[in-house]
């Protein structure tokens, strides 16, 4: 006894050490999972308070390019606008779904969508995963899982709330990979290397299908972002001959380096749509 | 001002600069040849490296921790930080030990400076541990050694851009007087 009191006492500071390091390695192990990103983030009332603040310092010299940047979606909104302006929506209810039909007789309701715009008061590229801290919490309706996108596509997922921020994990993340189609509807996975903040891959494309350059890539309905939010833009493609797959080089569509407004989108059926699909998980068993 | 309230302070400075300035800075040297590293260079580590030289390893320990803890919330990376400054924190005294000409006991009241190590032990000192602090800290963000250059060339980049801003501070924060004797403020 006497020796090991001694043993402990010789090396208190090596044992000290090598504790304090497997906590770091449980904490790390613990959020290196999707799941696991609640214990510790940005999200919380200090930081978010000291992110807003500094946020609102270099909000001001982003108003220009900002100014420009709403009236360009302004525009294309309008545009959109003038397309369904004269479309029957009862009629071409096969052509055009319409997302928010009331009378689920008619067409099947699966999406309704809210939208809220926050301000983007924290935000890196560098990481291995990248995250944005937002300026929106759970006391304005945001909750975990759902979307988040700017004016020009895909930005990322809500991971964590408090009463007044969040935090999303952007697509700029090597944690998680986002559904996604090309123009002629072939779906695979888009994800990222965490290297190169301005490319993304989508690999497995299979041979025959023609990509060009300049070809847009959009996210999917299995997907929770809402369909056809542009993603990324095809700028190289690679074949590997052995395995007869293609895979897409993309650059985002998103500027994530300059990121000042977002919108939350919160898909009211998605609730919904999960239970039935656990169910019929629980049912395959 | 005594030794714990300008060490309080100077956690304060050099944790405000980390996040508020440096964490916005997303570097990456020449941006053309596509693949080069994007990094953020992180000076919080000289907390650490400045503390005074008979600070007990313990109270070491716990200070990188609680630093490293602190940097982690902001960025969202629980435990990577603390990990390689907890590291850094545990190797200071040998590295110290390996550089200072007596025994660290007899220089109470000192902490790790230009003007008490001289400039060449001094970057020594500090670019070992930010070396160290960096392959810790990039190795178990990329969590692979499959893509080895691009690991090194990322520890590199980003380590010598942290030792400059290091140095740049440093030189900031040291007062200099009429008769060559420099001092430190924070």
């Known amino acids: 006894m006497r020796n090991f009191i001694l043993f402990i006492r010789r090396f208190f500071n090596l044992i000290f050490f090598l504790l304090l390091e497997v906590i770091c390695v449980a904490l790390i192990a613990r959020t290196n999972t999707l799941q696991g990103d609640d214990i510790m983030s940005s999200a919380n009332m200090l930081m978010g308070t000291m992110y807003k603040q500094r946020n609102d310092v270099a909000y001001y010299f982003a108003l220009r390019r900002m100014n420009d940047s709403l009236v360009r979606e302004n525009a294309e909104l309008r545009e959109q606008l003038a397309d369904h302006g004269e479309t029957d929506v009862l009629y071409d209810s096969a052509a055009t779904v319409p997302v928010t039909f009331t009378d689920s007789g008619v067409a099947v309701k699966y999406a309704d969508y809210v939208y809220r715009t926050a301000r983007v008061i924290n935000n890196s590229v560098g990481a291995v995963n990248n995250y944005i801290t937002l300026n929106r919490g759970a006391k304005d309706g945001v909750r975990k899982n759902m979307s988040v996108i700017s004016a020009n596509g895909a930005v990322g997922r809500i991971v964590n709330t408090s009463a007044h921020f969040s935090t999303a994990i952007s697509v700029l993340s090597k944690k998680q990979q986002v559904s996604a189609k090309l123009k002629d509807g072939t779906i695979g996975y888009i994800s990222w290397d965490g290297k190169d903040p301005s490319r993304l891959q989508m690999r497995d494309v299979p041979n025959q299908i023609k990509v060009r350059k300049g070809d847009t890539v959009y996210t999917t309905e299995y997907s929770f972002f809402p369909a056809n939010v542009p993603v990324g833009i095809v700028y190289k493609t690679t074949l590997i001959r052995s395995k007869n797959l293609q895979v897409l080089y993309l650059h985002p569509t998103a500027n994530f380096r300059n990121l000042q407004y977002v919108y939350i989108v919160e898909n009211k059926m998605a609730k919904e749509r999960a239970r039935l699909e656990e169910a019929a998980k629980e049912d395959d068993k | ?186």
């Not at chain 2, 008979?54 to 320990?61: H, I, K, Q, R, S």
């Not at chain 2, 924190?89 to 001289?118: D, W």
């Not at chain 2, 000192?125 to 990039?138: E, N, P, Q």
């Open chain 2, 1 to 186: 001002m005594t030794t714990l309230i300008k060490n309080i302070i100077r956690f304060c400075i050099i944790l405000l600069i980390q996040v508020l300035i440096l964490n916005k800075v997303t570097l990456q040297w020449w941006a053309q040849p596509s693949g080069f590293p994007v990094f953020i260079p992180y000076l919080y580590p000289l907390f650490i490296l400045l503390l005074p030289f008979e600070t007990p390893v313990v109270l070491l320990l716990i200070a990188g921790f609680l630093c490293g803890l602190t940097v982690d919330s902001f960025m969202n990376t629980a435990g990577i930080h603390a990990f390689a400054t907890v590291l850094i924190a545990y190797f200071r005294i040998n590295v110290l030990n390996a550089l200072m000409p007596k025994n660290l006991t007899e220089y109470s009241g000192q902490t790790p400076s230009v003007k008490n190590m001289g400039w060449l032990p001094f970057i020594v000192y500090v670019s070992f541990l930010i070396v160290l602090h960096h392959a810790a800290f990039f190795t178990i963000e990329l969590w692979s050694l499959s893509n080895i250059g691009y690991l090194l060339l990322k520890i590199f980049a980003s380590a010598s851009t942290s030792v400059l801003l290091i140095i740049a501070y440093v030189l900031l924060f040291t007062r200099q007087t009429g008769t060559g004797k420099s001092q430190r403020i924070l």
